[in-house]
């Protein structure tokens, strides 16, 4: 029996049992709201359609975030990745150049390097978050190393007063991405204001979306006008940059990066609400890992102490023993069977794709392929258990999803009273 009195004994699902939730569960983010509505409607009402200085519902987008990160100046963008793209060319990436990050994130946070012409140095995880290891950073540093990228994965703050003391000693900058840590804090201190430069991703899984969008914080003013330079030629070039630089404003570096208003729009509504969405998540979510860790085999995320996971961008469930036993994939499908949106997680370790294990890559046509380590599976195990042995689970954010958690923790309970029948259907498969 569950703590709500429901049993959880019977065949799976899988064998031809009942299913704890029918119709099956499938998660559905976002939940777009009247005012968010309201607020495109308005812009296309007024004709505001595009963008080339700092003005319209842009302008209150970034001044919310530059207040909130602590002053940092911001800089709204097209995406998440034409924010980090923005955040190493602002920083002096270049060819040649060795940037440390970690194996265990989206492709999104390093191949903006590629196309700057620097290398991607991978490192191993940290077992208990994922997040990426100082350790291994503190390792990997050549001569040619020119900054450290951290992903604060599925909202868990990276380690930053190790990492922020190893770049300080080496004379290297450090960028934040954090895609999945809207309005985490480490030690007190938010997400995006500890580095030199942090990149926020407004796609429309996050809890602040736009559609597509992004936003770069930068904590020096020469940062922040490179970044003008490379993607806001013109009116915001010439708005935001002074200086020796201001000569180039009139074509800045190359790129339209600009984000559209529907995006601005939406993003600033969604902005608006994020700290009660992010209290209801962590209540939902909360109430899922109590339920959960009941289970034995079953390791809810771990938060360190001092640290708050913010908008908690993905729920990884760790597996172990009789779990393992039966694998992620067979235990992913049994609990697809009885009605749950739970998936090995989508993005392997980027050392395991074929742009990272080749070596040399074809990057420009009819030229030498480019050179880049060979990194084989095994180079980092502790990336690749965590792999392994993680679930993803929804990411339950509203009040009417409270009885969704509990029919979740009762199908783990089924599954787990079945575990042993599990394992030998995989063995004989």
Partial sequence: MTASGTTTGGALALDGGTPVIEPAHRFQWPRISDDERAAVTALLERGELSYYGREGVLTE??????GRLSGRRTLGLSSGTAALHSAYFALGAGPGDEVLCPTNTFLATVMPLVQLGAVPVLCDAEADTGNIDPAAIAAA???RTVGITVTHLWGHP??????????RRHGLWVVEDCSHAH??????REVGTLGDAAAFSFQAAKIVYAGQGGLLASRETEVHERACLLGHFRVRSEQDVAGPLKRYASTGFGLNYRMHPFAAGLALQSSRV?????AARAELLG???DGLATIPGLVPPVTREGCDRGAYYGFKLRLTGPWLAAGADLVARA????????HPPGSRPLHLLPFFADGAVPVRRNASPQQYPAY???DFPVAEEVWRTSLSLPTFTFADEAGLVDRYCEAFEKVAGQLPALTERGVRQ
């Fill in 158 to 167: 990276c380690e930053m007063d190790a990492i922020l003391q190893i770049a």
């Fill in 335 to 342: 609990l697809g069977a009885e009605g749950l949106d739970v």
């Fill in 287 to 289: 109430r899922l890992a």
């Fill in 141 to 143: 540093i050549t001569p």
């Fill in 61 to 66: 987008l970034e001044e919310f975030w530059s």
């Fill in 183 to 188: 309005g985490a804090s480490y030690h007190g």
């Fill in 376 to 378: 084989k599976e095994g």
């Fill in 274 to 278: 994020m700290d009660q969405r992010i």
